[in-house]
């Protein structure tokens, strides 16, 4: 073999070795991803520059997405300026992202009016990172399922407060159901005791929730898809009413986090300290940084339970005004094993199989969240051949998912039974993504489905729910509405509650009278 030979071999080599490297490297394959590979089904963009922005409606976006899933399968997606969109239709499709690969799909999108109204503190909306998992162990210390059960006096005793304001003013049971959620929330958080409906605390957590809920709804404003209008001008036409939205609700998220926790700072070691999760954490902090912490992930907590118990209870009472072969078997099973002679408690909770699946169904047939809360790909990925670019948010159809035909007959129907195997078991479907996903998952989430399972099994066993009559007697139809935000909570209906004997004000008392 001659030298000329000999060097064209090396170079031949190390053109092959060079080629495999780039062909291995990850600038390679994104370039071939962006290059070839397409993105996931989804409407035509209506405008070079914008997108489908005008396509998406600001109000009861679920619905216009599941019709696409129909037409566009388990990934939808679409564009709304430079931002990308995808909407997860399937389960196991979010199962597959957001779990199977959390490393890449366990962060947040950014979202500049959560930055300008405050709403930055809350632990659930925070970038995957450092702060993030020094809030999230402690919030995982405090409501992990054997810790939950040291509140459960205090939730048990709460919800006894509700069932004697039903049995006084029924008409008001909406109030009842938000202020008895409030006080369970307060008083496991703060040790506060929650008196009125017009508690300073809870009436400042919900107006700064409801503005949160509107503020993240995607499309209402268009300084989250382009974060640079927040460096403009208050005046220039548009940047007015975020801006003072922003500042408004900042006063509120300011005075959310910091009040109730300075409160129990100034009680501890008087004869008005209460035993709380803040006040545990307080002992043990040792830092400002882990006092910022402590009243972050304790915000965190009262804006995530608070929510999802009121809309939960509210959805309870209007699926039994309009389905009494559901509530009249719940009563059966309740007699059956608590009697007449006392109310429900936890322990009986393993003995109620039908109960637990009226609280999944409440979670399945009316989602808190029929969106989710998005998460965002850190970087770029493929599924299924498709790409996904870094950055994407990426939104689970928790609406689309409780309505899989595939899973639910007749989804729209309340129907408890489903949840049953053929030999009469509860099956393994516990709705917990209604909840969140992989490490973003609600960590609260068994406080919360504690806090409704008491609720429901407290009111059916000492009150009946119906229909209210007209002046003829007929059945008044029940409002079927719910809010259109982020969180969706049934809007103001009636129905009619009546003590289901007359001993139920005498046994209500009784268990007041009685606590421990």
Known sequence: MNRFSSNWIVVEVGFCIAAWALFRSKWFKSFFSKLWLPYPPGPAAKNWIAGNISEIPVENQWFL????????????YFRALHQHFIVINKLEVAIELFEKRSNNYSSRPHATMVDLMGWDFNSGLKPYGNIWRNQ??????????????????????????????????PNDFMNHVQHSSGSIIMATMYGHDVQTKDDPYTKIAGLALDRLA???????????????LRLLPKWLPGCAEFNNFAVETRTLTDKMRNDPVEKVQQLRGTSGERRCIAGNMLENCRSDDELEDIKCVCATMYAGGADTTISSVQTFFYAMANYYDVQSKAQEEIDRVVGRERLPSFEDRPSMPYSEAIVREILRWRPLTPLGVAHTSSDEDIYEGYYIPKGTALMPNIWCMTRDPAKYDDPETFNPSRFFNPDGTLNDDDLNYGFGFGRRICPGRHFAKATVWLSVVSVLATFDIRKK????????????????????????????????????????????????
């Open 469 to 516: 009559k007209d002046a003829t007697g007929k059945d008044i139809p029940v409002d079927q509405a719910y809010t259109q935000g982020l969180f969706s909570r049934p809007m103001p209906f009636e129905c009619a509650i009546t003590p289901r004997s007359e001993a139920t004000t005498a046994l209500l008392r009784d268990a007041i009278a009685h606590r421990d």
């Open 136 to 169: 999230r162990r402690l919030l995982q210390q405090y409501l992990k399922p054997e810790a939950t059960r040291s509140y459960q006096t205090t939730q048990v005793q709460k919800i006894h407060d509700m069932l004697l304001q039903l049995l006084e003013s």
């Open 65 to 76: 997405f599941t019709e696409w899933s129909k037409i566009y399968g388990d990934l939808t």
């Open 214 to 228: 509107i503020a993240l709804f995607p499309g209402a404003y268009l300084v989250n898809t382009i974060s640079a």
